[in-house]
């Protein structure tokens, strides 16, 4: 049995080496012929059509409504926080959309994702896009974990939060065509300590939908989002904290975001919007990120040996003293890497 695995071990490094190396040069040059002459002329026309978009009540759900608005789309928009939800739906009329449903849910449970998906074909009567953006953040090391099981919400939301939702829409989409974006992070793909129960969950977010696409094939566009650091409420430091409550900790934001860069929140949404419309398979935001991806996979001890010297060792042995925390604390650094909304504390936190 040994010398049989040991054949096919052989037989299939030798086949996937040729077949790569017959592939990749082709795929290339046909992905660039279409990025220089079909992309820029296959947008898709908003107009007339209903997006879904949940966890749309600040962040880049919130700019995803205006940018879908001013396409002039009509949405249906989801979260928790109603009279926020209200202030971002005015504002979508206001940037051109037709017209705009508000409805407060939480998506993480199955019925209530029903409800949304069903409340949004009664009022539109079909469904084109569903944006699954709804999230939450945390930041501390395991070990400081005093709550664990408090921690099963932040699956809840960021998986079951995309999931449910994807598969009550998936009938209306099939009908009209449509695709399904979803906001997951590039910390799915890079393993960065103090975030072990976001990272997991963001990774079996792009892997369900990567599946998904395998399984949807032409019926369904999918567009996968891994945007990085941008202004919201997470990079103002609102997370689901040690003890299990989701709290604003500016200090403890310091000390995973560090001097990386905050982006724009509405570059982020308007690079989303315009590579699903075009049909984009995955959008990478910052492209700087797109390095780090490939280093995670082909050099992971690389990605471990950055991550502990920047987000955990220190001389003292104080978790909270980082190497990426006494760079931020430079003069002059936060005011460079930080917008100012992200320095100010003020968040939308109540329900």
Request: hydrophobic letters at 45%.
């Amino acid at each position: 049995m040994d010398c049989v695995d040991s054949l096919i071990a052989f037989v299939m490094h030798a086949f996937v080496a040729l077949l790569l190396l017959v592939y990749l040069p082709l795929s290339l040059v046909l992905k660039l012929l279409r990025w220089a002459f079909l992309r820029p002329f296959s947008a898709e026309d908003m107009r007339g059509k209903v997006v879904l978009i949940t966890g749309a009540s600040s962040g880049i759900g919130e700019q995803l409504a205006y940018q879908y608005a001013k396409r002039g789309a009509s949405m249906a928009l989801v979260a928790r926080r109603t009279n926020a939800l209200q202030a971002v739906a005015d504002n979508a009329r206001k940037n051109g959309a037709p017209d705009v449903l508000v409805i407060t849910a939480d998506v993480s449970s199955s019925d209530e994702s029903k409800r949304v998906v069903e409340q949004t074909i009664a009022r539109f009567g079909q469904l084109d896009h569903l944006v699954a953006n709804a999230g939450v953040w945390s930041t501390c090391l395991l070990e400081e974990v005093t709550n664990i099981t408090a921690f099963n919400q932040l699956m809840d939301v960021n998986f079951w939060g995309s999931v449910y939702p994807t598969y009550y829409a998936i009938p209306y989409l099939k009908k009209s065509r449509g695709k399904i974006i979803v906001n997951a992070s590039v910390a799915g793909r890079i393993p960065t300590a103090r975030m072990t129960f976001y990272n997991a969950s963001k990774a079996a977010v792009i892997m369900f939908f990567e599946t998904l696409r395998s399984e949807l094939g032409r019926e369904v566009g999918i567009t996968i989002a891994t945007p990085g650091y941008v202004a919201s409420e997470i990079t103002k430091g609102k997370a689901l904290q040690s003890n299990g409550e989701v709290a604003v900790n500016p200090e403890n934001r310091d000390i995973q975001v560090g001097p990386l860069p905050i982006g724009s929140t509405e570059d982020c949404a308007k690079i989303i919007v315009d590579g699903a419309c075009k049909g984009d398979r995955t959008i990478t935001w910052p492209s700087w990120y797109k390095p780090f991806e490939m280093v995670a996979c082909l050099a992971p001890e690389l990605v471990d040996a950055f991550s502990q010297a920047f987000y955990t060792s220190n001389a003292r042995g104080d978790s909270s003293e980082t190497l990426g925390k006494k760079i931020l604390n430079m003069k002059g650094i936060k005011k460079l890497v930080y917008p100012n909304s992200v320095r100010s504390i003020g968040t939308k936190m109540e329900e």
